[in-house]
């Protein structure tokens, strides 16, 4: 399929959608314009104004269909009922013209990008940098949120300096129509050096745009209270990781393993402060894994998803 010619997703094959190069040569990153000459900003999708809250999948749920089908996991996550997808880091391994393909599809299928998850080369100035920003400007997304600090991020000073290099990123991305933010984990809810949470530091050092991506399930497993955070950072909870979590073991079914809802969350608080003063924008549902295939645990937290929020 040739960048010139804008596919659809009947031209998409599944052998040209799973050709994608393990790496990206630099005289070829430096090839590629900014998509907003290619694409046009005009077509990146906006998130809703209405109060309306899109709900997505982080396609890291689904990873062993997404490495076996990209296309075809696209088409089935559409089809179960979710209206976003949320690319994680291996997409950065992307060519323009690929993503454009993603894109096409995406489009026949109704299906929105917000966000993206990256490591820490997507936040580098130069080649890296407009190569990230390139891929989301053509798949339409406003996020280039952080999966996790890079290596050798130790102690209050060296969060600080991460904050650094996170806040200068938020200028960079401005003129593009992106900004970036932090998916925290379980451990970024501990105090460093005995004095702050990891999670307080990022706040108190980045600007408001930079979005504060909350997932649920690492804060219950920290033993933090979701809804003290959603109400102690007003507008930066742009989107909200639907993971569950219950105390017990792998075996037991239990940890991360429990299904969205059958976990300790307390979901209607959730999304009550989230929606009244954490600015949330669109849910995404990330579940690591449970007693089901990938597929049928996406329904079923859909499912529950959907029975939960009637009337919302």
């Not at 040569?25 to 109060?51: D, F, N, R, Y």
């Not at 990781?241 to 393993?257: C, I, M, P, Q, V």
């Amino acid at each position: 399929m040739s960048s010139s010619s804008p596919a659809t997703a009947a031209d998409l094959s599944r052998r040209k959608f799973l050709t994608i190069p393990a790496v990206l040569a630099a005289g070829s990153l430096a090839s590629h314009s900014l998509v907003s000459s290619v694409i046009g900003a005009e077509t990146a999708m906006p998130v809703p104004a209405k109060k309306k809250y899109p709900i997505g999948i982080e396609l890291y749920g689904v990873r062993g269909e997404l490495a076996k089908d990209l296309p075809n996991t696209l088409r089935t996550v559409s089809k179960i009922g979710y209206e976003a997808v949320e690319f994680y880091a291996p997409y950065f391994a992307w060519t323009a013209p690929y993503a454009k393909d993603v894109r096409s599809l995406m489009d026949d299928l109704g299906l929105r990008c917000y966000s993206t998850h990256n490591h820490i080369e997507s936040l580098n100035p130069g080649e890296t940098m407009d190569h990230a920003v390139e891929l989301n400007q053509i798949l339409g997304t406003r996020y280039v949120i952080m999966s996790t600090a890079p290596g050798g991020t130790n102690g209050l000073e060296g969060w600080k300096r991460f904050c650094a290099k996170l806040t200068t990123a938020v200028e960079q991305l401005k003129p593009h129509g992106l900004t970036t933010g932090f998916h925290n984990h379980q451990t970024e809810w501990v105090k460093i050096d005995g004095e702050k949470r990891i999670m307080d530091v990022l706040a108190e050092n980045t600007p408001k745009e930079f979005v504060l991506q909350f997932d649920v399930g690492t804060c219950m497993e920290a033993g933090a209270d979701p809804i003290a955070w959603i109400k102690a950072n007003p507008g930066r909870i742009k989107s909200v990781h639907l993971k569950d979590w219950a105390s017990g073991t792998r075996a037991d079914e239990k940890g991360y393993r429990v299904l969205f809802g059958e976990g300790v969350s307390p979901w209607k608080d959730i999304f009550a402060a989230a929606e009244a003063s954490g600015g949330v924008e669109y849910y995404l549902m990330e579940q690591e894994g449970s007693r089901y295939s990938e597929f049928e645990t996406a329904e079923r937290c859909l499912s529950t998803w959907k029975t939960m929020r009637k009337g919302a």
